[in-house]
């Protein structure tokens, strides 16, 4: 019989967690009541009701609504029911559908902080992190000065912007978001007409302390332009301090692509330079006296920049071990000044040479 009933689907009584679907059948001050399909009677009331009065209020009898039972049977014989609990749970299951099939969809951003975006999804907190921004909204600060990108960020609240659902954890009530990862399938089609070595020709649009993006001149339309990041050592072959000395925002340049992975494209402008290491050796050899003028002081160490008109210039290594500390280095060497040194070693595959005080 047991098995007729289950098979016919006659009744089959709730279990406390579930979520199921109502009617409204009655209606007081501070109560519900829920027709749950002619085996018992629901009510939502108390708390339950108080923390969803906004929804309940314009609710009429006959309107169908799901609910999160919460007690099998109260002292007055009615099961008990959660509109605020079936919410949740269902903003969570519909939350796990758009992260299976990948869907894209609009949030509202509601705040910024230093690491990113605020938002919520049925109520839930939702952050969207610094890092998965599209470029257009990538808060490119010459610097990474932090209260310069809050400010960058905040320029965003109020605006709607497309994501994709990167991550969740219904345990830790957390959803982290991607924008970027809207256009992440377009882009990496598109990539597929370039290769490592082509040489490009792109616009400087930011430059960073660690670098320059350039915006690729490219055909195809997309939502937002492909960049490709330039890191501060591509450059140049020389030791580089500050990336705006050797490009500005809006410059055009020609780089070469030295990778491309994850949907991103690695540029140089180095590469696309003469190597001033190569045949280095017929201008410096170990032993050499040579006039050098201090560029840096490490931990480790200082850098030079070797002065000779008729040989390239290049940039050496004296280690912190010549002087015993960092004390005594900087007693003996003063940025901006001009040494004698002597050539310790030189290896050209490394790019490396190293010095002494002569």
Do not use: C
């Amino acid at each position: 019989m047991e098995n007729i009933i289950e098979k016919e689907n006659i009744i089959r009584l709730p279990k406390t967690g579930d979520i199921v679907e109502s009617r409204v059948i009655g209606k007081r001050k501070s109560s519900l009541f829920l027709d749950l399909g002619g085996f018992k009677t629901g009510i939502i009331y108390g708390r339950e009701y108080q923390s969803s009065r906004e929804e309940l209020k314009n609710l009429k009898t006959g309107d169908k609504l799901f609910a999160k039972v919460i007690e099998l049977e109260n002292e007055d014989g009615y099961i008990e029911l959660s509109l605020s609990q079936a919410g949740r749970e269902l903003a969570w299951e519909n939350l796990r559908k758009k992260k299976e099939k990948d869907e894209i969809f609009e949030i509202k951003i509601l705040g910024a902080n230093k690491g990113g975006l605020l938002s919520e999804i049925s109520g839930i907190p939702a952050f969207l992190p610094v890092s998965q921004l599209a470029q257009e909204h990538y808060p490119k600060v010459e610097g990474g000065d932090v209260l310069k990108i809050l400010k960058e960020l905040q320029n965003l609240i109020g605006k709607e912007l497309k994501v994709k659902v990167l991550d969740f954890s219904q345990k830790e009530s957390k959803i982290i978001l991607s924008e970027k990862a809207k256009n992440s399938e377009k882009i990496k089609e598109v990539l597929k007409k370039y290769k490592v070595g082509d040489v490009i020709k792109g616009e400087i649009t930011a430059v960073l302390d660690f670098g320059a993006f350039v915006k690729i001149e490219q055909g195809d339309t997309l939502p937002e332009p492909i960049e490709g990041l330039i890191h501060i050592s591509e450059l140049d072959w020389q030791l580089v301090e500050n990336p705006s000395q050797i490009v500005k925002v809006g410059e055009k340049v020609e780089a070469k692509i030295i990778d491309i992975s994850n949907g991103k494209i690695s540029l140089s402008l180095k590469a696309l330079k003469k190597d001033p290491w190569e045949d280095i050796e017929k201008h410096y050899k170990k032993g050499d006296t040579v006039k050098a003028k201090v560029t840096k002081l490490n931990p480790f160490g200082a850098f030079v920049q070797l002065l000779s008109q008729n040989a390239p210039q290049i940039q050496g290594l004296i280690h912190i071990s010549e002087f015993g500390t960092r004390a005594k280095m900087t007693e003996s060497l003063k940025i901006g000044q001009e040494y004698e040194f002597q050539i310790i070693s030189i290896e050209p595959q490394e790019h490396r040479m190293i010095l002494k005080l002569a």
